[in-house]
């Protein structure tokens, strides 16, 4: 079969070639790719991957081979998953525990797009705790997690703050429920609950200014590449502040993924949440799609079609 592996040479160095087929193990189930999603992360290791190495999460497909164990959904079943880093193939062996059926009306590019966006903004929020009649603060909120999280907070009874990089990347977000959309370390109007940033470097220190005593810091990436610096009275000014780390395939381990997915998209099919996705291209020629994602041309999620 096919699958996109990595290739020296020019980026976003990928490549079509045949790979072996997968073999399920009695909790997986075979599926029949439809449609991929791209992360930045994904593109991120690229470079420090040998020639040849499989990558992909974000997959949506039909189901050829139920798992041999009994569990999980059917032959012939429209599903989402999360896969290993395997992806980006024509077939792959999903756990039935990172699936969850696709309902009607929810097509092939939308449902890739929500597993790893989705399931980062909502374990994210609920590390946050209550968010109704709270204020949180969204960093990178025009990316594919961002704007997942803006509608998710919004859709919890938050008011939001969307902080993007420019004034290209706001839009669209007021639509998806920010009642405020602003650049990086503009001052917001009242006291701010709940900061959830995937930027770090010199936007976390921002944010952290405005948290009120008591609030929380969820952080769920570090796209600065910067250490982290906090006020110097951080702690006296700021009393009870709690600071996290969510870290996506950390925190799968603990959860029941296939019922965040369900959830994730039901809200999608019930049109309280859009999975965003701003660009879809055909898989056998990646590289202009993952080269506007990669200088951030793209307001939400690329996806790739079979």
Not at 93 to 110: C, K
Not at 154 to 170: D, E, F, L, P, Q
Not at 204 to 218: D, E, I, K, R
Request: aromatic share 4%; charged share 20%.
């Amino acid at each position: 079969m096919k699958a996109l592996v990595t290739a020296a040479g020019d980026e976003p160095g990928l490549r079509l070639d045949s790979v072996p087929e997968p073999e399920p193990g009695p909790g997986q189930a075979l599926v029949a790719v439809a449609a991929v999603a791209v992360n930045r992360g994904e593109l991120s290791v690229i470079g420090g991957l040998p020639p040849g190495s499989r990558l992909g999460w974000d997959v949506a497909g039909t189901v050829l081979r139920a798992a041999a164990d009994g569990g999980g959904p059917a032959a012939g079943t429209r599903v989402l998953g999360l896969a290993d880093l395997d992806g980006f193939a024509e077939r792959v062996a999903i756990g039935t525990g990172r699936l969850a059926a696709l309902p009607d009306g929810v097509d092939w590019p939308a449902a890739a797009a929500l597993p790893v966006a989705g399931l980062t903004a909502l374990y994210a929020l609920r590390r946050a705790g209550r968010l109704l009649g709270r204020t949180v603060l969204v960093t990178g909120a025009a990316g594919g997690v961002g704007r997942i999280a803006v509608q998710l907070a919004a859709a919890a009874g938050a008011r939001v703050i969307a902080w993007v990089g420019s004034a290209a990347r706001t839009e669209g977000l007021a639509a998806l429920g920010a009642d405020v959309v602003d650049l990086y370390g503009t001052a917001p109007t009242g006291p701010v609950d709940v900061v959830l940033d995937s930027c770090g470097g010199e936007v976390l220190t921002q944010a952290f200014h405005h948290v009120v005593p008591g609030g929380t810091v969820v952080c769920f990436g570090n796209t600065a590449r910067a250490e982290l610096r906090l006020p110097a009275d951080w702690g006296r000014a700021r009393p009870g502040v709690s600071i996290h780390y969510v870290y996506l395939f950390d925190e799968i381990t603990r959860q029941d993924v296939a019922r965040a997915l369900a959830f994730l998209v039901q809200m999608a099919a019930d049109e309280r949440i859009d999975p965003q996705v701003a660009l879809v291209a055909d898989w056998t020629d990646p590289a202009p799609a993952l080269r506007r994602l990669q200088d951030r041309q793209v307001n939400g999620k690329v996806v790739l079609a079979l």
